[in-house]
């Protein structure tokens, strides 16, 4: 059985940082490439950062230079350090696992970013 599972959201500050953590299990880790997306009601999901099997990330123009994601290949885990937040960064933050070859994806369920102005 093929489990994300994001942790970490809340409510933070202007400012402020967080960091999302997500566990995975069911599928070979080292084949995905690991993402961060988020959603906020009446607007698509949209990609906030990525980061390939061997390291190579991909990130959101909204959130260069604020926003790390790393990856744990042996804890088969993902983060997702939130720095400098600002109120539009307020959505629900999903994780998701895409195949590098064939592109078969997983998704999480999601977490809950607040940041208050």
């Known amino acids: 059985q093929v489990l994300l599972v994001e942790s970490g959201g809340g409510l933070v500050q202007a400012g402020g940082s967080l960091t999302l953590s997500c566990a995975t299990s069911g599928f070979i880790f080292s084949l995905y490439t690991m993402a961060w997306h988020r959603q906020t009601p009446g607007k698509q999901r949209e990609l906030v950062a990525a980061m390939t099997s061997s390291s190579g990330t991909t990130y959101a123009d909204a959130v260069k230079g604020r926003f790390i994601i790393s990856r744990d290949n042996a804890k088969k885990m993902v983060y997702l350090q939130m720095n400098s937040l600002k109120p539009e960064d307020t959505s629900v933050y999903y994780c998701?696992?895409?195949?590098?070859?064939?592109?078969?994806?997983?998704w999480g369920r999601g977490t809950q970013v607040t940041v208050s102005s």
């Open positions: 998701n696992a895409k195949h590098k070859i064939t592109t078969t994806q997983f």
